[in-house]
């Protein structure tokens, strides 16, 4: 046990059950105002990327879908419900996340290890690990599933504008087929992905930022670890719900 603790899995996993298991601190109005910055810091400083992003991604994904399967309006919006709204937008905000907030958390935590914050926290009476990991990560977990609503929605806008365009149908005509084949499982399903990419990119920044060596330069090695490591977690949970999906359906 003390084994699989010291490897990077295991020190994730414990970290996991450590949040989980003290997430009721951050009622406390301390961590509460952590907890808001955080998800202002990771989600609302990320809308003008996303919205870009959402809508660039929606208006090339109809574009290219009319040119594979031409002017099948009911094959179309099932390609976009599935692999924008469901796929795309969940994976895309996620890797935003990853590539803004990852490498920034880590490495605010690997300053403070090195000014020794911690222990200075510690002797002023305030849980060193309740203040500075636990909005982080539940600031991730809250922040994610937002920015990828906020995707959803400006991306299947897009792609109804250009649907409408292409097919030469009325918008309204274009988003009621489209309200009609969407599975409103998966739509939240696609939410509580997020969540859990959130979980997971928050808590190996935080594990990459509290745990090193308290050196100058083991700053930049948290960062690199952390987005790298974040990179990896995402695919991971994006393509366990893709099996999960597949064997429901």
Not at 38 to 55: K, N
Not at 66 to 76: E, M, P, Q, R
Request: some cysteine; aromatic content about 8%; charged content about 10%.
């Amino acid at each position: 046990m003390n084994a699989f603790a010291n490897t990077r899995l295991g020190a994730y996993l414990l970290l996991a059950w450590f949040a989980a298991s003290r997430q009721r601190e951050l009622r406390r109005p301390l961590l509460r105002e952590q907890l808001q910055r955080q998800v202002y810091a990771a989600g609302v400083t990320a809308l003008p990327v996303i919205g870009v992003m959402a809508m660039l991604t929606g208006a090339t994904v109809v574009t290219q879908l009319a040119a594979l399967v031409g002017a099948d309006s009911d094959l179309t919006q099932r390609m976009i419900f599935l692999g924008l709204f469901f796929e795309l937008a969940p994976l895309l905000s996620a890797l935003v996340v990853v590539a803004r907030s990852s490498a920034g958390i880590a490495s605010e935590l690997a300053v403070m290890h090195v000014h020794d914050e911690f222990t200075t926290l510690r002797r002023l009476g305030v849980p060193a690990a309740d203040y500075l990991l636990l909005p982080r990560v539940f600031g991730l977990v809250i922040a994610l599933p937002a920015v990828t609503a906020c995707f959803q929605a400006v991306a299947i806008g897009s792609g109804w504008l250009a649907t409408a365009l292409l097919e030469h149908r009325p918008l309204a005509e274009t988003a009621g087929r489209f309200l009609d084949l969407a599975d409103p499982w998966l739509a939240l399903l696609s939410l509580v992905k997020s969540a859990l990419m959130g979980a997971a990119i928050g808590i190996i920044a935080c594990h990459h930022g509290s745990s090193g060596k308290g050196s100058t330069q083991a700053i930049s090695g948290a960062a690199i670890q952390a987005v790298g490591s974040g990179l990896i977690a995402v695919f991971v949970v994006d393509v366990a719900f893709a099996v999960l999906v597949y064997a429901l359906r």
